[in-house]
């Protein structure tokens, strides 16, 4: 079996979530092209405009017509989205009402206390149960903090952003190592005061209004599954098409390429973020290598599909601290070991690090693979049946769905 033709993937998760969002505190409307057709982006539409965003669907054609901040009080579900949760627990802090978030049971055993605990020290009135959703939030008058990110997160980063540009005075944080920055491109393209020095996110009271027209690029981490699937794929070529580069996002192509991929990135275009063509072909001579510890935020959804790569390369690649992935939508790391453990590959926990040792013959196993129900598993286990030349039986395949879609039918396409 092999990978070979090119594939468009679905709008960018991330973008597609924070227009939605921000919509909530925005004025004007927006058309926007190519939103993101997954769950977790649906989750955030719906929550938008049960709050009051106007929202008229078409396919990836989404017309947003922003709330300016005037909220209807409402009991959310947030489905399986962490990033929905997170970033409304930001922004109903500083709005009149009362707000109460909810979850699927994968989200509902998520931690959420490290947003609570600063939105709290704003002057919000944010409460969870043991830490954990549902969130309940009386929408209260907010005033600006200094706060120092425990770990490098786009989400909880964000979060506090939100806040900031409701609160009396600046709102200053201060992250650890550098993280996705999808939020602070799109309060900068809405007219937000915001700014960056040294490591420092500075933003004040600001009155903001989307752009009336938008199109988001395709989704960086859905491409990478097929991407490292070609690498690791003897007679596979694939090109993805209009890939966002942003470079807070783009850390899996860089590692693909110190492990010698052989990887061709073009950029064609800068609206509304970097973004271009991705070509990846098989690479037969993969090098081991580390990826440090502030890498991880810039490439940490794509920590599964590049293990996967990293059992075909030669040593011992190491993971520092990706701790974090235990605290996904499922324990990432421990699934990760196991499940490409079941297929031949060798692989550890070394305390908050991963380490793995390749390169290994990978085989599908005689037992179902379990994705845990975690679309980035599932869609890992899928290329790693690519790279085995044996198509694995996988336990909720399908809920690869979550983050793409329309990832069978491409599979399915790319190995005609």
Known sequence: MSLKGAVNPPGDKSISHRLGLLSLLAKGRCQVANFSPCADC????????????????????????????????????????????????????????????????????RPMQRVADPLNAMGAQVR?????????????????????????????????????IQAEGQTLVAEPAPSRDHTELLLKACGADISRQDGLW????????????????????????????AVVTPGSRVEAHDVLLNPTRAGFLKVLQRMGARIDIQEQGRDPEPWGLVSAAYSPDLRACQVEAWEIPLLVDEVPILALAATQARGVTVFKQVGELRIKESDRLGAIVSQLGAMGAKLEERGEDLLIHGPAKLSAPDHELD??????????????????????????????????????????????
């Not at 770990?151 to 900031?164: E, F, I, M, N, Y």
């Not at 027209?213 to 990478?224: K, N, Q």
């Not at 890992?380 to 336990?395: H, N, V, Y």
């Open 202 to 229: 500075r933003v004040s009271r600001s009155g903001l209004t989307l752009p009336p027209t938008l199109r988001v690029p395709g989704d960086a981490s859905s491409a990478a599954f097929f991407i490292c699937g």
């Open 128 to 164: 969870c149960r043991e830490g954990k959703p549902p969130i309940a939030i009386s929408g209260a008058p907010l005033h600006g903090v200094e706060h120092k990110l425990p770990v490098a997160s786009a989400q909880l980063k964000s979060a506090l952003l939100l806040a900031g």
């Open 371 to 416: 994705s845990f129900g975690d679309h980035r598993i599932a869609m890992t286990l899928a290329m790693a049946g690519e790279a085995a030349g044996q198509a694995p039986r996988i336990k909720d395949a399908d809920c690869a769905a979550i983050s793409y879609p329309g990832f069978a039918r491409d599979w399915q396409r790319l190995k005609a």
């Open 42 to 109: 649906a989750s955030t539409l719906a929550a938008a405009r049960l709050l009051g965003v106007g929202v008229e669907q078409s396919g990836d054609r989404v017309a947003l017509t922003g709330a300016a901040g005037e909220l209807t009080s409402a009991e959310v579900d947030c489905g399986n989205s962490g990033t929905t949760m997170r970033l409304l627990m930001g922004i109903l802090a500083g709005r009149p009402g009362s707000f109460t978030l909810s979850g699927d049971e994968s989200l509902s055993r």
